[in-house]
């Protein structure tokens, strides 16, 4: 008899994306004739920049040439990407990361799901709430995350993040592992300073811990004393394994590319207490599990590293920008307390009632979609998420009709 992997049964259902649906369905019978803005959205709306499209045009005409044609490419990704990482989005920044510490992905979701898989089931875990789901929902599939008691699983050591502690977690007072952050946070909008990060580094150095730092969101940092990268940090590469992806960067969502820094002084132990390499680990993990991204789409993220490629991303985010920045100053105006929508796309707003009761308000009185914000963790319930991945004048309607019917 084939048995299940049973750890999968602990996973919680998720309701979130379904009943959404369901409940603008249900409105959208009832009031055919209301156009519904969708402000639940994490996923971009702008095309790619001209020069991912020129590089992958050209590309595409590479593959039908003898002499430069692709198959199979290196597992950790093509070389002249990887160089170009590390000078445009580290060396510039005076942090000095090396091509072979950077492994090019065809995603952010699956390298910060999968690179637990690197640790034993015995470790503790700490992780954010709320949260992007992936990093509980792969701890849990690989039965780390122990039993479900009212909402929480025993083995979690959530790290509550709330109006009190201004959205950022608190080092622990116990000992973990491993430890999931992600700046600038999704769903919160929340950013993080070097010396809050500095205390994380700290701690990991002196538990022998991992930090797991999700950067999904870097590049709509503008404000100039936030850490684009948690190896700003001083000690950072000895217990910093980071995330980046050209998704929200660079419109990428449908395209696929992402990569993963795991320093060469990255270690995790064995019981009899030799240090193993991270990097070689994850290393001969993506070599035996998956065979790399496209040579067309790795041409195409390459572009965004000339002067050219910078200007067009940073015009693309900063329209992103100001709608979060539009939305931002309209909720504050009706009196709503709001945290994020500058150095992210997400505003996270404090709706002063049940999440659903507030997704309904919105959706009944003004026909907008937001994401109530329960379905990120119970510390989201009482808020909701507002996303800035629209076109500009969805955002300023949606401002209009909740200007007039919420006031
Ligand atoms: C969108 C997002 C990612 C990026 O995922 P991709 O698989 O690279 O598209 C990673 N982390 C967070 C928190 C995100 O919101």
Redesign the pocket.
Known sequence: MVYINENFLRLQKSYLFVEIARRIEEFQEKNPDIEIIRLGI?DVTLPLPGVCIEAMEKAVKDMGKVDSFKGYGPEQGYLFLREKIAEWDFSKRGVSISPDEIFVS???????GNFQELFSNEIKVAIPDPV?P?YLDTNVMAGRAGELLDGRYSNILYLECTENNGFLPEIPDTRVDLIYL?FP??PTGATISKQELKKWVDYARENKAIILY?A??EAFIRDDDIPHSIYEIQGAREVAVE?R????TAG??GV???YTVVPRECVGYTKSGDKISLRDMWLRRQSTKFNGVSYIVQRGAEAIYSNDGQKQVKELINYYLENARIIKTNMQGLGYTCVGGKNSPYIWINGRMDSWEFFDLLLKRCGIVCTPGIGFGKCGDGYIRISAFNFRDKVEQAMDRIKTHLK
């Open positions: 994490g065809d995603g952010a979701k699956c390298d910060t992007y992936v992600c946070n999704n999700d999904a969101y995330f992806s050209f998704s929200k990428f969502t696929r590319c992402a």
